[in-house]
């Protein structure tokens, strides 16, 4: 079993990830130290697929504050194996969804408010093997933002990783933008198998693009194309990606919607056998 650096260098006793499954009580799971410490618990009985057909949808959902968010989810949602969203405020319409129609969600709170929290949240048919939270901090507004790395029995008992980000914006220089990315790719270096790594990066200049695009070679990911390409754009430069690992796109659409501030990206992976 490949091992992980300690992750007492990336997260502070704040971080966690909260876990909803319908009929049981809310858990916070937080950051293992290292990947010695797994225990695949689930995986001989809670494969997320049982084919190679794997459908996945990305969405910053910008906390929900625009209409027809919720139907936008049940029409196009449902029905994928996987959605990511960033921005997700767990709401009681939100997690009411969420736990209808998938057997686990989990959130990593970046903003806690009054009555919820808001924060990368990926909803999945199969409770993962696996879940580690990760928070930085916006180095100019003190505020957070989160990453979320699950590990799901896919296949052909393969293990799939996926990695649910939203990156730090406003800040000056590399230094925090790349900081954020270090323990993901300590995670894909170690992992065997499928990988996913996908949300809103805030790539909007050209030097985060560049730091991007350097990463995902590095950890030998390839990205998913639009021919229609509807993403949402900052300067020019679209802000969602999803990156991939040892699986081929059979499909990839943008859907165009007033529910959010950005478009919803739909992709097909089709999984290589073992």
């Known amino acids: 079993m490949p091992k992980y650096v300690n992750y007492n260098l990336y997260h502070t006793k704040q971080t966690y990830a909260v876990r909803y499954i319908a009929g049981q009580p809310v858990k916070r799971i937080f950051p293992p130290l290292n990947l010695g410490e797994l225990k695949y618990t689930q995986q001989l009985r809670n494969s997320l697929l049982n084919t190679h057909i794997l459908h996945v949808m990305v969405w910053n959902i910008f906390k929900q504050q625009r209409a027809n ?3 936008v989810l049940q029409n196009f949602g449902k029905n994928n194996q996987l959605v990511l969203l960033q921005e997700a405020q767990t709401t009681p319409e939100l997690i009411s969804f969420a736990t209808s129609h998938y057997l686990a969600t989990d959130q990593v709170p970046a903003l806690i408010f009054l009555h919820n929290s808001s924060g990368v949240m990926t909803l999945s048919a199969a409770h993962p093997v696996y879940c580690c939270p990760l928070r930085e901090k916006e ?7 989160s990453a979320l790395i699950t590990i799901y ?9 996926v990695i649910n980000i939203h990156a730090v914006n406003f800040s000056l ?7 954020q990315l270090g323990p993901i790719g300590d995670h894909i270096i170690n992992h065997t198998g499928p990988v996913i790594s996908a949300g809103d990066f805030n790539a909007w200049s050209r030097q985060r693009i560049l730091a991007l695009y350097k990463f995902t070679k590095r950890m030998m990911l390839g990205e998913v194309s639009f021919i229609n390409d509807q993403r949402k754009k900052f300067f020019g430069r679209p802000l969602d990606f999803i990156f991939y690992r040892d699986m081929a796109v059979t499909e990839a659409s943008v859907l165009v919607t007033q529910a959010s501030d950005h478009n919803p990206l739909l992709v097909t992976f089709n999984l290589y056998p073992k």
């Open 139 to 145: 180095p100019l507004l003190r505020i957070a933002k």
């Open 69 to 71: 968010w919720l139907s």
């Open 173 to 179: 220089g590399l230094d925090v933008y790349s900081k």
């Open 153 to 161: 029995p896919v296949y052909q008992q393969q293990l799939l990783m």
